[in-house]
């Protein structure tokens, strides 16, 4: 059986540092294929979360078996963090996160406004096949503002995804902002153990989960 996969992410959906064939996507096909199946990937990636809607509109969408939308990411983070942090940088990294949620309930935060905007739309484009679609949410950060803002998108997208009938994968019920589950000295980018975890908990999702959640998945031990 051939299926046509179409993959809608970001950077993040390859990460820098891993070999060839390790990131989840990878990971996911590999499991298709085991299952005997051909798999034909198209990639729109990586792709600001503001041209999606865009670009799925001119995309033969019918062509597909399967659509993976993975967004959000990179819109999701403070630009302004460290790549190496000292002592004195975590600590204002901390006081800037309990900052933005005090100003977040007295105000909305820009990007979680945006992600709201634009996922609205891009569910629009997609509603006539979201029976083929599943959404994925945007990954966990060890930088505290960026963590928070990918954890408040994730509750927006699962929100705004399960009222409109999609299925969500729920990325940060399976990898969280563990040291563990990333590249060594990095704080965004996930190793290739997560990737693989992601991947195979995807298929498992994709195989037999007919609900619009993924539930409190855990890391195999």
């Known amino acids: 059986?051939?299926?046509?996969?179409?993959?809608?992410?970001?950077?993040?959906?390859?990460d820098s540092g891993l070999n060839s064939r390790q990131s989840y996507i990878d990971q996911f096909v590999q499991q298709l294929e085991r299952g005997g199946q051909e798999v034909i990937v198209t990639y729109h990636a990586p792709m600001a979360i503001s041209?999606?809607?865009e670009v799925l509109q001119r995309v033969p969408l019918r062509r597909y078996d399967l659509i993976i939308l993975q967004i959000a990411n990179r819109h999701l983070r403070d630009s302004r963090l460290a790549l190496?942090?000292?002592?004195?940088?975590?600590?204002?990294?901390?006081v800037m996160a309990w900052k933005l949620r005090i100003q977040s309930v007295l105000s909305a935060i820009r990007p979680l406004n945006e992600v709201y905007a634009h996922l609205s739309l891009i569910l629009e484009t997609l509603r006539f096949h979201r029976s083929r679609v599943i959404l994925m949410?945007?990954?966990p950060h060890r930088e505290p503002v960026s963590g928070w803002l990918r954890r408040k998108g994730s509750a927006i997208l699962k929100s705004e995804?399960?009222?409109?009938g999609f299925r969500v994968f729920d990325v940060q019920a399976l990898v969280d902002s563990r040291e563990e589950f990333f590249s060594t000295g990095d704080r965004e980018r996930l190793n290739a153990i997560s990737h693989e975890l992601i991947g195979r908990r995807l298929y498992d999702f994709y195989r037999t989960e007919p609900s619009m959640t993924t539930g409190p998945l855990k890391q195999d031990t």
Not at 84 to 94: D, I, K, N, S, W
Request: proline residues 6%; without cysteine; positive net charge.
């Open 1 to 14: 059986m051939k299926i046509h996969l179409l993959v809608i992410a970001d950077s993040l959906h390859y």
């Open 51 to 53: 041209t999606i809607a």
């Open 84 to 94: 190496r942090p000292t002592a004195g940088t975590r600590f204002v990294e901390h």
């Open 137 to 139: 949410t945007p990954f």
């Open 161 to 164: 995804g399960q009222h409109r």
